[in-house]
């Protein structure tokens, strides 16, 4: 795992980006250093937990499903009426299934319904660059 870049973004937004090993316990590793951001950025602990839960389901979304290199991408800037968070994750795109069956559907599949119900606004953006899943949470 790289470190993470600070970058000054235009209206006072903060941005910070992260690689993301193709690994099972890369997940992990990056949510430790998007909790220390987000106490940076003195947010509130529920927010932070919702932000944390949304980047953990888009990072695990790419390792499980896409193929690598994968870059999450945290921003913090104004959002229509209020201020919000952005974590965007983008992958090289899907991967080519080799299961010869379908996942337990008591342990995987609800993790974009998650995002979709914590996000203000949330998406896909396919690109030259690969696959972009995205998601803004409000707060403030």
Same mark, same amino acid.
């Given at each position: 795992m790289t470190t993470a870049q600070l970058a000054a973004a235009p209206r006072g937004e903060a941005e910070h980006?992260?690689?993301? #090993?193709?690994? #099972?316990? @890369?997940?992990?590793?990056?949510r430790r250093r998007i909790r220390a951001v987000l106490a940076d950025?003195? %947010?509130?602990?529920d927010f932070a937990d919702? $932000?944390?839960? =949304? $980047?953990?389901? %888009?990072l695990t979304n /790419? +390792?499980?499903? @896409? %193929?690598?290199?994968a870059t999450l *991408?945290?921003?913090? &800037?104004p959002l229509d009426l209020g201020r919000a968070v952005r974590v965007e994750v983008t992958d090289m795109g899907p991967a080519a299934s080799t299961a010869l069956r379908a996942p337990d559907p008591d342990e995987h599949g609800?993790? %974009?319904? +998650? =995002?979709? @119900?914590?996000? /203000? *606004?949330c998406g =896909?953006?396919?690109?030259? &660059?690969?696959?972009s899943r995205w998601a803004e949470l409000r707060f403030g």
């Open positions: 980006v992260f690689s993301l #090993p193709h690994a #099972p316990g @890369a997940v992990s590793g990056v950025w003195n %947010l509130a602990a919702d $932000v944390l839960l =949304v $980047v953990s389901e %888009l /790419a +390792i499980v499903h @896409a %193929l690598p290199p *991408r945290l921003s913090r &800037g609800r993790g %974009l319904d +998650i =995002v979709t @119900a914590l996000a /203000a *606004r =896909v953006r396919v690109h030259s &660059g690969g696959t």
